[in-house]
């Protein structure tokens, strides 16, 4: 499994507030645009799955 972000749904016009919240500080974003997550780094918590607000990160299979 691996976290994803879906561009429909990121209105990717702020600061993703989840960069504050993620616990291992594996999301990044370049200016407003669609946040990056490294997988690298990501441990699959689901926090920002939990958190965002517009339901654009998810699990995927
Ligand atoms: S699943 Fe957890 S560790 Fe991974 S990006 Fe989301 S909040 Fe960060």
Redesign the pocket.
């Known amino acids: 499994m691996a976290?994803k972000i879906d561009p429909e749904k990121c209105p990717q016009n702020h600061v993703c507030p989840?960069i504050k919240?993620?616990?291992?500080q594996?999301?990044s974003q370049v200016d407003n645009g669609l946040p990056e997550?490294d997988v690298e780094?990501?441990?699959?918590?689901?926090?920002?799955?939990e958190k965002c607000r517009m339901k654009a990160?998810f699990f995927e299979e």
Do not use: D, K, Y
């Not at 919240?21 to 291992?24: G, L, N, Q």
């Open positions: 976290i989840l919240t993620c616990p291992m594996a999301i997550i780094v990501c441990v699959e918590c689901g926090i920002c799955v990160v």
